[in-house]
């Protein structure tokens, strides 16, 4: 069983940082990587789909990269909206998340 | 307007079932992929199965044997059949298409 794992679980960061959140697989999962945003309450957000594609309708200070088993999200320029908790996920067959990394200010 | 709406959501004792059910509406053409995805109060995102196109279905681990995912394409409707309950499938279950669409959650109690 694949297991996500995310780094760091929490980050401080201030408007305007440059923000990077890494997810590793413990096997390779080629490029079926997602990135999610979640607010307190709300459904998650797909930001970032198949490794690096940018989802329609998110700002282009998101990015992704990586490959194999290590991925990252940038965020180049933190914005006050972006303070929430991020979650990488493996979606091919299987689903599973990264256990979550929290931005706050 | 797309839209994902869950229903079916409760309290339900330990060892009971619970059948969630998710309205989909507003797509033209039809899925790859239809998933079930949970969390627990104040827990991260824990994906719980899917359903693909062509019938093939996933389960996590924590749900194997007694949850299952089914569609129905006439209805428009994801369903999932919740068996066995316990008390650590207390969680917001949310559905989601192909991961980008998602509803607005359905909460399940397990309690005594």
């Known amino acids: 069983d694949i297991q996500m794992t995310q780094s760091p679980s929490t980050l401080s960061a201030s408007v305007g940082d440059r923000v990077t959140i890494t997810c590793r697989a413990s096997?390779?999962?080629?490029?079926?990587l997602a990135w999610y945003q979640q607010k307190p309450g709300k459904a998650p957000r797909l930001l970032i789909y198949k490794t690096s594609s940018l989802e329609g309708g998110v700002p282009s200070r998101f990015s992704g990269s990586g490959s194999g088993t290590e991925f990252t999200l940038t965020i180049s320029s933190v914005q006050p909206d972006d303070f929430a908790t991020y979650y990488c996920q493996r979606y091919d067959s299987y689903g599973t998340f990264g256990q979550g990394t929290k931005v706050e200010i | 307007e797309v839209q994902l709406v869950e229903s079916g959501g409760g309290l339900v004792q330990p060892g009971g079932s619970l059948r969630l059910s998710c309205a989909v509406s507003g797509f033209t053409g039809s899925y790859n992929y239809m998933s079930w995805v949970r969390q627990a109060p104040g827990k991260g995102l824990e994906w719980v199965s899917v359903l693909f196109s062509g019938g093939s279905t996933y389960y996590a681990d924590s749900v194997k044997g007694r949850f299952t995912i089914s569609g129905d394409s006439a209805k428009n409707t994801l369903n999932l059949q919740m068996n066995s309950l316990r008390a650590e499938d207390t969680a917001v279950y949310y559905c989601?298409?192909?991961?980008?669409?998602w509803g607005q959650g359905t909460l399940v109690t397990v309690s005594s």
């Open positions: 096997q390779s999962i080629s490029s079926w």
């Open positions: 989601a298409r192909e991961y980008k669409y």
